[in-house]
């Protein structure tokens, strides 16, 4: 069974930093290429970030380039999101994502390919 846990998600001032950590188990994590999403209220899921499998690319949205950064530890299972900077309009619940990347494709920036959800983790940033 294949689970997702994200953890590090809080309520922070603008300005101020978070960094989420997600967990994975039941998978073979270093055949997956990693990211995060995010859904605000009213809005629909939309790409944040992601990491190739091996770690050696990565790729952002471009209203978190600069700010963000992926990274990933494939001998823990574990993914991370560092966030600095943060701005009233990055609160959303925010999901890591799963991606097989022997499909190919990259960067898999489109929901529809994503193969395994967490269950999200809430950020709210305070302005």
């Known amino acids: 069974q294949v689970q997702l846990v994200e953890s590090g998600g809080g309520l922070v001032q603008a300005g101020g930093s978070l960094r989420l950590s997600c967990a994975a188990s039941?998978?073979?994590?270093?055949?997956?290429?990693m990211g995060w999403f995010r859904q605000a209220p009213g809005k629909g899921r939309e790409f944040v970030a992601t990491?190739?499998?091996?770690?050696?690319?990565?790729y952002y949205a471009d209203s978190v380039k600069g700010r963000f950064t992926i990274s990933r530890d494939n001998a823990k299972n574990m993914v991370y999101l560092e966030m600095n900077s943060l701005k009233s309009e990055d609160t959303a619940n925010y999901y890591c994502?799963?991606?097989?990347?022997?499909?190919?494709?990259?960067?898999?920036?489109?929901?529809?390919?994503?193969?395994?959800w967490g269950q999200g983790t809430q950020v709210t940033v305070s302005s």
């Open positions: 994502a799963a991606d097989y990347w022997v499909r190919g494709g990259w960067p898999p920036v489109d929901r529809e390919r994503i193969d395994y």
């Open positions: 039941g998978l073979a994590f270093s055949n997956y290429n």
């Open positions: 990491i190739l499998w091996s770690g050696g690319s990565t």
